[in-house]
């Protein structure tokens, strides 16, 4: 079955950096965009960022641009989140998802179990 594992979550003081990862298996893993979602308590999911199976084409939330980059190897089946100048509002459970190129979550069928990052003012 497909299954997909985020690490790399935790407590940062705001300006600090994390890298998240995603590590995927069960599916043909080139063939899948690969999108980072993300929730914060009493909110929404709400889309961050997505890269096509090729790295060719990425998308970002404008709250996110210019501060987070999305990477993806796929010889390793992974896809990586780095998130550079972290503010308190970044603050929220990351989910990694598999799917179609896209900025909703209704194009995602495959999500991992999230991980946490917290950013302290």
């Known amino acids: 079955q497909v299954q997909l594992v985020e690490s790399g979550g935790g407590l940062v003081q705001a300006g600090g950096s994390l890298r998240l990862s995603c590590a995927a298996s069960g599916l043909t893993f080139r063939t899948y965009a690969m999108g980072w979602f993300r929730q914060a308590p009493g909110k929404e999911r709400e889309f961050v960022t997505t890269?096509?199976?090729?790295?060719?084409?990425?998308i970002y939330a404008d709250s996110v641009k210019g501060r987070f980059t999305i990477s993806r190897d796929n010889a390793k089946n992974t896809v990586t989140l780095q998130m550079n100048s972290l503010k308190p509002e970044d603050t929220a459970v990351y989910y990694c998802a598999g799917g179609r190129y896209g900025t909703d979550k209704s194009e995602y069928a495959y999500w991992g179990r999230g991980t946490q990052v917290t950013v302290s003012s």
């Open positions: 890269i096509g199976g090729s790295s060719k084409f990425t």
